[in-house]
């Protein structure tokens, strides 16, 4: 496979940090905000916000939440935390699990003859008890994104925060996240930035080491990864969707520049692509 040769995926990381901290501060200023809340994973994009968000804001005006399912990694990232200064009741080391499986139970519990909607009703969740492993293991995922989100407007409200959101260009562009969950933020301050690009700025910011070799993660099941998934990588992913999108080129002249997997992505990007379109109004 090969790379773009005149490196057009390269970014100037101290331009890009006075860019992205220069939006933080005329985002809050113009929303009348002094403080944000994050997620934190311990992941590469939610590390690179943090830091940019400690570039503008003093450290009691920034709150972080490292809400897991499966497994805490709060040992990686409260050394970054103690590093900035974060106050101790700034943060939230919470398991969502007993939320999700609460959610889980409730719905799998629903009889179908409850479905039917009673006169002046619509009619409520059905579970479809047939769906295959792998519908009912996206669901799950779906339902942990939405209750992170939850948690974390939550939180906002409490302390008059605004929501800072983590995802970059490349799982825009695929429209690997859940609507209304991993999606919804009140700012993207990476979001501009495909995954590539990301590590980039990561480097620049000196991000642990530990962080940046791990493997991408949304961490919505034991053992997934987001490549995985996807069956293709981002280095590849990322060539080929700027070549698609930002410089307009077809799947067959991308192929033939020797990215094999082209087709793949796009058909990838294509087919999530009426998240970018919702909700359809009249």
């Known amino acids: 496979m090969k790379q773009l040769n005149n490196n057009l995926l390269n970014i100037n ?15 809050l200023q113009d929303s009348g905000f002094e403080k944000v809340v994050i997620g934190m994973s311990g992941g590469i994009d939610s590390t690179t916000s943090f830091y940019l968000l400690r570039e503008v ?3 009691q005006n920034i709150f972080v939440a490292h809400l897991y399912y499966f497994k805490s990694y709060f040992n990686e990232i409260e050394p970054i935390l103690k590093e900035a200064k974060i106050p101790k009741e700034n943060i939230y080391e919470l398991s969502i699990e ?11 519990g629903v009889h179908p003859r409850f479905a039917k909607a009673s006169p002046g009703e619509s ?11 792998e519908v009912n293991r996206i669901r799950l995922g779906n339902i942990m994104a939405r209750v992170r989100m939850i948690i974390l407007f939550d939180l906002a409200k409490k302390h008059n925060c605004l929501v800072a959101g983590t995802e970059n260009k490349s799982e825009h562009l695929l429209g690997y996240f859940t609507r209304h969950g991993d999606e919804a933020s009140d700012f993207e301050p990476i979001q501009h930035l495909y995954k590539t690009q990301v590590y980039q ?3 620049y910011l000196k991000i642990p080491q530990n962080i940046i070799d791990k493997p991408p993660t949304a961490g919505l099941w034991e053992g997934q990864s987001d490549e995985g998934e996807f069956g293709f990588s981002y280095k590849e992913a990322d060539n080929v969707l700027f070549l698609y999108f930002d410089k307009k080129m077809t799947i067959s002249e991308i192929s033939k520049i020797g990215f094999p997997n082209a087709q793949k992505i796009i058909d990838y990007a294509n087919k999530n692509s009426f998240k970018h379109h919702l909700p359809h109004t009249l």
């Open 201 to 203: 700025l990561a480097r």
């Open 13 to 27: 990381p101290f331009a890009e940090t006075n860019k992205i901290t220069s939006f933080i501060r005329k985002t």
């Open 98 to 108: 007993p939320m999700v499986r609460a959610f889980q139970s409730h719905l799998e």
């Open 57 to 59: 804001l003093a450290p």
């Open 123 to 133: 009619a409520t969740f059905e579970v479809l008890r047939n769906d295959s492993s």
